[in-house]
């Protein structure tokens, strides 16, 4: 493994953890720590128990309370630098508290906080022209709505009502949101609710994972690094695609009313379930199948937009398809309630059947945040960023696994990555939620933050802010390096 300088990374070093906390105190971006005027760690806890909802769980067994960001790096109220690996699960995208998306939000809100879209106000029409100038072909009507569930939903009804038919196939062990309406879409179980109606005219098909499904392998995915599972496949020729294609074939030979599909909802890269890549070929495949059955292709970029993935703006782009409806959130706003809807003029056109709105999407504080988030991407080449900091993060992850016997998977594209934990290689058994916890949170007590995802909690989730440099990849590697080492 080549590295750009001619210094060992820390990483490969032995550094005492003296070095290390001494390592995170100079990193960040600023020497001033901030202070932190809140309530005490205690109040907050028991004020979470008693008034905010029990399903709002804390991440870690000891749980850290952030006050304060700066770009990669986040703050607890005891002083603590952290580095941020996990982007406040993909959503900060350019940085926290950039000073020029901080710019245009005070702006903002000096200038007009919300009046309501049946009259005119400049951002919403500055930000939708610019967003709609990212987009490939017809691409080119925007919906602004507020968060992710809210984008999904809204295509699944564009979707129906365009098409005119009913029924719309997920993977199995995707996510799109937990609303009523996208409970159906969604399909891992720990996400779904036991109610009358939530899987109505939806159909999950087999996913086609090179890693953990039926079929696939060394050479079954689109990235730097390949899964070491032995298959059948040559670089050339993804065998594993044309079993899932027939598969679906079958799917839609005995479950769908002929030529009646209303659509398709696909992640480019499935985020909640584990970052797993698709085998080579088979998303276009089955987008050019459901048009020809009626339906439309939904690319869901909630998590995979916006330059995450490096060689594409949108993820849809490393698959080689063009949607007929793009949702999208999280990065779109770093941070700030913000989605939306992308489709063609003939497909809005199905939504005003009847009277549509929606009274907080594209308000102007929103607008004014979209529109700088894309600015800042341009200027400072976060897209490339992402394709090469991310290319150097799979190699050093790929070299941890190659010494560690507990990862069983390394993958992902751009600073989208997933590493996956197991107890045995050979067979892929996912590494149990407890001992993965213990690596995980030994990972936060030495300064790093990281994500946690898969189905069976098994997957270290990497997606931190797009401006990270190698420098905080030696670091991130360094930290997880020693975390496995201390619980292996």
């Known amino acids: 493994m080549k590295f750009s300088s001619g210094l060992r990374p820390i990483w490969q070093s032995t550094l005492s953890r003296v070095t290390l906390n001494r390592r995170l105190a100079t990193a960040a971006t600023s020497s001033i720590t901030p202070d932190y005027n809140g309530p005490s760690f205690e109040d907050v806890v028991a004020i979470r128990q008693k008034n905010l909802g029990p399903t709002l769980k804390c991440h870690f067994k000891t749980p850290v309370l952030i006050h304060n960001g700066k770009m990669q790096w986040l703050f607890d109220s005891n002083g603590k630098k952290y580095l941020d690996m996990f982007g406040g699960i993909v959503t900060v995208s350019v940085g926290h508290c950039h000073p020029k998306v901080n710019a245009a939000l005070k702006n903002q809100v000096e200038t007009l906080w919300h009046t309501t879209n049946i009259y005119l106000h400049p951002k919403i029409h500055e930000f939708a022209e610019k967003l709609a100038s990212k987009m490939p072909g017809d691409l080119k009507t925007v919906y602004f709505v507020n968060s992710g569930s809210e984008a999904n939903d809204l295509a699944m009804l564009l979707a129906r009502l365009h098409t005119k038919n009913f029924d719309i196939l997920t993977f199995r062990n995707a996510y799109h949101g937990t609303s009523p309406y996208t409970m159906g879409l969604t399909a891992q179980s ?45 670089p050339n020729n993804c065998e594993a695609t044309q079993n899932y294609f027939q598969d679906l074939e079958e799917l839609f030979r005995y479950s769908i009313p002929v030529g009646k599909c209303a659509g398709m909802f696909a992640e480019s890269i499935q985020g909640v379930g584990g970052t797993v890549q698709f085998t080579k070929g088979y998303l276009k495949q089955a987008a050019e199948l459901v048009r020809k059955n009626g339906g439309v292709f939904v690319s869901d970029e909630v998590q995979t937009g916006f330059g995450r993935t490096g060689s594409h703006f949108w993820g849809f782009e490393s698959h080689d398809i063009i949607p007929d409806i793009v949702t999208m959130a999280k990065g779109i706003g770093n941070g700030f309630p913000l989605a939306a809807v992308v489709t063609t003029s003939q497909i ?29 991407i341009e200027e400072e080449k976060l897209q490339e960023n992402s394709l090469k900091v991310g290319n150097y993060f799979l190699k050093g992850l790929a070299e941890l696994r190659s010494k560690f016997n507990i990862i069983g998977d390394v993958r992902g594209q751009g600073l989208m990555i997933g590493v996956e934990f197991v107890s045995n290689k050979d067979t892929r058994q996912p590494l149990s939620k407890e001992h993965f916890g213990k690596i995980w949170e030994e990972c936060k007590d030495l300064g790093v933050l990281f994500g946690q995802g898969g189905f069976y909690g098994n997957v270290l989730r990497i997606k931190p802010p797009m401006c990270i440099n190698k420098s905080d990849v030696d670091l991130a590697l360094d930290v997880l390096e020693r975390s496995i080492k201390a619980h292996i």
């Not at 005003?352 to 700088?372: C, D, E, I, R």
Request: charged share 15%; glycine share 10%; with cysteine.
């Open 348 to 376: 809005a056109e199905s939504l005003t059947q009847a009277l549509h709105f929606n009274t907080f999407g594209g308000n102007p504080m929103a607008s004014a945040v979209g529109l700088a988030v894309l600015e800042v």
């Open 190 to 234: 720990s996400w779904r609710y036991s109610l009358p109606g939530v899987n109505s005219g939806i159909q999950h098909v087999l996913n086609p994972d090179p890693y953990r499904g039926r079929w696939g392998g060394k050479n079954c995915r689109e990235s730097s690094v390949q899964t070491t599972r032995d298959c059948a496949c040559s």
